[in-house]
T-cell receptor, first 114, second 117 residues
């Protein structure tokens, strides 16, 4: 069975500081990994994904994530946070093989304080 | 130029009623999805359709019936609405995730906020 864990319900960061939103996953075999962001009263927006290749993935709005197979992690990072980054962030995983759905974590609320 | 659109945006209705939510995508994708987001923001897939064929049907009550008249549309009909159906329902679309070489990123609609009184 697939699962995703986002251990932090809330992350608070000062503007200009680096931010990390954590994600660990569990799948049988190789994973497809995604990060999405949800602003208030909006749908989910795609940020970045890991399918194969380079473990460091760069995405929209200056975000990046590093796939770590040994730690089964896919943490989202940004070198310098902006107040406008404040939103709800979802990590998602899908098993590479089989007819399996995309499974989302419970979300982490990021608050960037000016 | 909306990629994935849903109507209505808000839906307030009484228990026991039947309602439909419509979804359309203009991305040329052949796979569409319905998700439910509860009050705690937990997001869970309900259905997945590929080329108008039901692929994934998670443990959803049979009061929920998706209908795909064509590849660009996936509507959700809900019979005998219950209080627990109150949530935000998101439609999404992607290329076929099981076809090698496709970009299976899912694109989400703005959501339909359903409130059952």
């Amino acid at each position: 069975a697939q699962s995703v864990a986002q251990p932090e319900d809330q992350v608070n960061v000062a503007e200009g500081n680096p931010l990390t939103v954590k994600c660990t996953y569990s799948v049988s075999g190789n994973p497809y990994l995604f990060w999405y962001v949800q602003y208030p009263n909006r749908g989910l927006q795609f940020l970045l994904k890991y399918i194969t290749g380079d473990n460091l993935v760069k995405g929209s709005y200056g975000f990046e994530a590093e796939f770590n197979k040994s730690q089964t992690s896919f943490h989202l990072k940004k070198p310098s946070a902006l107040v406008s980054d404040s939103a709800l962030y979802f990590c998602a995983v899908r098993q590479l093989s089989g007819n399996t759905p995309l499974v989302f974590g419970k979300g982490t609320r990021l608050s960037v304080i000016a | 130029d909306t990629a994935v659109s849903q109507t209505p945006k808000y839906l307030v209705t009484q228990m026991g009623n039947d309602k439909s939510i419509k979804c359309e995508q203009n991305l040329g994708h052949d796979t569409m999805y319905w998700y439910k987001q509860d009050s705690k923001k937990f997001l869970k897939i309900m259905f997945s359709y590929n080329n108008k064929e039901l692929i994934i049907n998670e443990t959803v009550p049979n009061r929920f019936s998706p209908k795909s008249p064509d590849k660009a549309h996936l509507n959700l009909h809900i019979n005998s609405l219950e209080l627990g159906d109150s949530a935000v329902y998101f439609c999404a679309s992607s290329q076929d995730p099981h076809r090698t070489g496709t970009q299976e990123t899912q694109y989400f609609g703005p959501g339909t906020r359903l409130l059952v009184l």
